[in-house]
C-alpha cells in the first residue's frame, strides 16, 4: 500500500515538472532574448551569442518616440482606477445577484447574458464617436479617463465568476448576522467581504491584467498620441517595420519589466488561494 | 362596533410595491398630476428633497429637449438630406467645401435622445409611484419617511437600488447605448462607399443580409467556412482548457503533493505574463524561422533549409493556434477551479469517507457535481469568450493564411476578426454589424437554451 502511493506521489510529481517545463520554457525564451547582445530580429540558433544588459539601459534612457518609462507609469495609472471602480463594480453587482431578491433581478440576469453575447469592440466605434461627442478626446489626459471609462464601464456584467463564489457561502451565516441587528450593508461589508478573499483577489487581477493586454481599445482611443500610450500599443509601436530591427531586443526587455510588477502581485495574492474560505466558512 | 370590533389588520402591504397602473387607477388628482409634474406629490408632502430631485430632472430634459432633442429626432428619420459640396469662393479663387449632415452623427444624436427619452419616461413611472406611495401612507396614518428615511432604507431594503445604479449607467452608455448604435447601422449603406463627412449614408432596410446570405455571392461563400471555423474552435477551445484546467488543479490539490504553492507558482507565471507578450513571442516561436522549426532542423527532424509552416498552411494554423490556446487557457481555468475546490464544504468529504467511498467515486459523486453546478455559467460564459476571441487569432496568425476565394478574410479568421477587417481595414461598417448581429442570434440560441436547463439557473440554492 505504502509503495503504491510512493509511486502515485512520484508520477504526480514527475509529470508536474513536465508540464511546468513546458508552461515555463516560453517565459524563459523571452528572459534569453532580452539579454541577447546581437540586435536584428530572427536568428539562425537559439542561444545567444553574447549577453548584455544594454537592452534594459536604452530601454529606460526613453526617447520621444519610444519612451517606455512613460507608457509604464501612463499603464499603471489607467489600471489602478480601472481596477478599483471595475472591482466595485463586480462585487456590487454579484453580491446583489446572489443573496438579494427584488423585482426585477430575472430579467437582469437575462439581459446581462444576452449582452454578453455580442462581440465587444462591434460597439468600439460607437464608443469612440460617444467619447468623441461627450468632448472626451480633446486633450491626452482626458483621453486617459476615457480610457478608465471603457475599461471599467461595462464591468458589472463580468458578474457570474463572483456570483457563483457568493451563492457557495451558506446562508445561515447571513441570516445569523440578520437576527444579530445588522443591516444587509453591515453584512456584506463585515460578514460577507471578508470571507471572500479568493475571489475579490480574482476580481482584482482579472480587471487589473486588462490596460496591460488591451491593445485595440487604447489603439483607437489614443491614436496617434505616442506620449499617453500605454505599454500594449508602446511595445506594439517597437515592432513596427520602422523600429523592429533596432527595437526587437528591447521589445523583449520591455516584456520582462512589465510583468515583473505583475508577477510579484501574484506571488502576494497567492496566499489568499490558499488560505481559501473554508476554514473561514466552517465554523 | 361592539366587541367584535374589526382589529386594524397590519399593514404589509406598503403602497410602494403598487404596479404604475395601480398607482395611476388608484391614485387621486395630485398623484396622478405627479405623473406629468414630476415629484409633485412628494413636495406637497413634506418630502421636498426627493420631490426636488425629481422635479430638477424634468426640468434637465425638457430644456435638452426643445434646445436640440426635437431637431435630432428628425435627423434621425433622414439620416441628414444636405450633402456636402464644393461651392467656388471668387474673393479667393478656390473651391470651398460646404458644411453638410453628418449621417453618423445623425444616427447617433438620434439614438441618444431615444435612450435619454426612455429614461426620462421611467423617471416619470417612478415619481407617480412614489406620489401613490405617500398619498397611500397619508390616507392609512402611516409615518412618512423623510429624506434621511431615504437614504437610511439605502442599506436596508434598497440595498440593491444603492449597489446597482452606478454599475448599470455604466453598463448603458459603454454597452447598451453603443450596440443599438451598431445594430442600427446594419439597416443602412454604411459602407466604404458612403463615409461621412463626405457623403450621406441611408436606411437601406435588410439589404445588407440578404446580400450576405444570397448562394453564390463572395460573401455567402466566406461567411459559412469562416462561421464553422469559428464554432469548432470555441468548442475545442472551451473544452480543453476546461477539463485540463481542472485535472492540474485537482493534481496539484491532491493530498500527497508537495510545494502546492511552487507548482501553482510555476503555471501562474505564464498568467502573470501580459497576454500579448506571451501571443507575440509564440508567435515569433513558431514563425518559419523561429527557434521551433531551428531546434527541429538542428535534431534532423527536418531538412536543413525546410520548415513546419505553423502559421502558413490552413490546417497547421489552426491545430497551433488550439495548442498554444490550451498553453494560455489552462493556468486560467486552473486558477479558477483551485478557489471552488478549496470551497466545498469539508464535511462533504468526511461524511464519504466515514461512508467508505473510494477517491475515484468522491470525484465522481461530489467534487465534479460541485463544480459543474458552480462552473457552468463561467463555462457558457467562456464558450462565449472564445467565440468572440479576439487576442489569440489577431496577434498570433492575424487571420492568415489568406484566401483569394474570401472576401477580405484569411482561413484562421474568426466571425469577430472578420468583423474587425470589415470595419477597421475595409470601412464596410454596415456588415459588420451585420455579423455582429448574426454572431449574438448564434450565441443567443446556443447559450439561452443551455443556461436556462443548468442546476445553478433552475435552483441557485441547491449547495446553501
Known amino acids: 500500500m505504502k509503495t503504491k502511493r510512493f509511486i502515485t506521489n512520484t508520477a504526480c510529481h514527475i509529470l508536474l515538472a513536465i508540464l511546468s517545463f513546458i508552461w515555463v520554457l516560453p517565459i524563459f525564451y523571452v528572459v534569453l532574448t532580452s539579454f541577447r547582445k546581437e540586435g536584428g530580429s530572427y536568428k539562425s540558433y537559439i542561444w545567444p551569442r553574447g549577453y548584455t544588459l544594454d537592452n534594459y539601459v536604452n530601454l529606460f534612457a526613453g526617447n520621444s518616440n519610444v519612451n517606455f518609462p512613460r507608457w509604464f507609469a501612463n499603464t499603471l495609472v489607467i489600471a489602478i482606477f480601472s481596477t478599483l471602480i471595475s472591482a466595485f463594480f463586480v462585487l456590487c453587482v454579484s453580491y446583489v445577484m446572489s443573496r438579494l431578491r427584488f423585482k426585477m433581478r430575472k430579467t437582469f440576469l437575462n439581459i446581462a447574458l444576452i449582452l454578453g453575447m455580442f462581440p465587444g469592440f462591434m460597439s468600439m466605434i460607437a464608443v469612440y464617436y460617444i467619447l468623441k461627442g461627450l468632448g472626451f478626446l480633446e486633450t491626452g489626459v482626458l483621453k486617459q479617463v476615457a480610457l478608465v471609462l471603457v475599461y471599467s464601464g461595462g464591468a458589472g456584467l463580468g458578474f457570474y465568476m463572483a456570483k457563483g463564489f ?42 487589473f491584467m486588462g490596460p496591460w493586454v488591451d491593445y485595440i481599445f487604447a489603439k483607437v482611443i489614443m491614436g496617434n498620441d505616442t506620449q499617453y500610450y500605454t505599454i500594449a500599443i508602446g511595445l506594439w509601436t517597437m515592432l513596427e517595420k520602422e523600429y523592429v530591427e533596432y527595437y526587437y531586443t528591447q521589445f523583449y526587455a520591455g516584456c520582462v519589466v512589465i510583468s515583473i510588477p505583475i508577477s510579484i502581485l501574484f506571488l502576494l495574492t497567492q496566499k489568499c488561494y490558499v488560505e481559501g474560505v473554508t476554514g473561514a466558512v466552517k465554523g | 362596533m361592539g366587541i367584535f370590533k374589526k382589529k386594524e389588520e397590519p399593514v404589509y402591504y406598503k403602497g410602494s410595491d403598487a404596479s404604475v397602473r395601480q398607482a395611476f387607477k388608484n391614485g387621486d388628482a395630485v398623484t396622478k398630476l405627479s405623473f406629468v409634474i414630476f415629484g409633485l406629490g412628494n413636495i406637497l408632502n413634506k418630502q421636498i428633497v426627493r420631490g426636488l430631485i425629481f422635479l430638477a430632472m424634468e426640468i434637465g430634459y425638457l430644456a435638452y429637449l426643445f434646445g436640440f432633442g426635437i431637431g435630432a429626432i428628425g435627423d434621425f428619420i433622414t439620416l441628414g438630406t444636405l450633402e456636402q459640396g464644393q461651392v467656388y469662393n471668387e474673393a479667393l479663387g478656390i473651391y470651398e467645401y460646404s458644411t453638410g449632415d453628418n449621417s453618423m452623427l445623425c444616427l447617433l444624436y438620434g439614438v441618444i435622445t431615444l435612450f435619454l427619452t426612455a429614461a426620462i419616461i421611467f423617471i416619470g413611472c417612478m415619481s407617480g409611484k412614489s406620489a401613490y406611495a405617500t398619498q397611500f401612507r397619508k390616507e392609512h396614518k402611516q409615518h412618512i419617511p423623510t429624506f434621511r428615511d431615504d437614504l437610511r432604507s439605502l442599506k436596508e431594503e434598497n440595498l440593491h437600488a444603492f449597489f446597482l445604479t452606478l454599475p448599470i449607467i455604466g453598463i448603458v452608455v459603454f454597452t447598451i447605448v453603443p450596440l443599438v448604435f451598431m445594430i442600427l447601422i446594419a439597416f443602412t449603406s454604411y459602407d466604404h462607399e458612403h463615409q461621412p463627412p463626405g457623403n450621406l449614408f441611408d436606411w437601406v432596410g435588410l439589404q445588407n443580409f440578404s446580400s450576405m446570405f444570397s448562394q453564390g455571392s463572395k460573401l455567402a461563400a466566406t461567411f459559412w467556412p469562416v462561421l464553422s471555423w469559428t464554432l469548432i474552435w470555441a468548442v475545442l477551445a472551451t473544452s480543453t482548457c476546461y477539463i485540463l484546467g481542472l485535472l492540474l488543479a485537482l493534481l496539484i490539490n491532491r493530498k500527497g503533493t508537495r510545494c502546492k504553492g511552487f507548482w501553482r507558482f510555476m503555471f501562474v507565471l505564464s498568467v502573470a505574463v501580459p497576454q500579448f507578450v506571451t501571443l507575440l513571442s509564440m508567435r515569433t516561436i513558431f514563425n518559419a524561422n523561429g527557434p521551433v522549426n531551428v531546434m527541429l532542423r538542428e535534431l534532423g527532424i527536418i531538412g536543413a533549409t525546410s520548415s513546419i509552416p505553423f502559421f502558413t498552411d490552413p490546417l497547421y494554423a489552426k491545430i497551433t493556434i488550439i495548442c498554444i490556446n490550451i498553453w494560455i487557457g489552462v493556468p486560467f481555468t486552473m486558477l479558477s477551479t483551485t478557489g471552488i475546490l478549496q470551497n466545498i464544504p469539508a464535511e462533504l468529504y468526511e461524511a464519504a469517507k466515514i461512508d467508505g467511498a473510494s477517491a475515484p467515486t468522491i470525484f465522481r459523486k461530489i467534487t465534479l457535481p460541485y463544480m459543474v453546478f458552480i462552473m457552468t455559467p463561467n463555462l457558457i460564459t467562456s464558450f462565449t469568450g472564445n467565440i468572440n476571441n479576439f487576442n489569440v487569432i489577431f496577434l498570433l496568425s492575424g487571420g492568415g493564411p489568406d484566401s483569394l476565394d474570401y472576401y477580405y478574410a484569411g482561413k484562421t479568421d474568426l466571425l469577430v476578426t472578420w468583423l474587425y477587417r470589415l470595419t477597421i481595414t475595409q470601412k464596410d461598417y454596415n456588415l459588420g454589424a451585420v455579423i455582429g448581429i448574426l454572431v449574438f442570434i448564434i450565441l443567443a440560441t446556443v447559450s439561452l437554451l443551455t443556461y436556462r436547463h443548468t442546476g445553478s439557473y433552475k435552483d441557485e440554492g441547491a449547495f446553501q
Do not use: C, N, Q
Open chain 1, 166 to 207: 457568493f451563492d457557495t457561502i451558506p446562508k445561515s451565516i447571513d441570516e445569523a448576522a440578520y437576527i444579530d441587528g445588522a443591516t444587509k450593508w453591515d453584512t456584506f461589508i463585515h460578514v460577507t467581504l471578508p470571507m471572500s478573499k479568493p475571489i475579490i483577489t480574482y476580481t482584482l487581477l482579472t480587471s
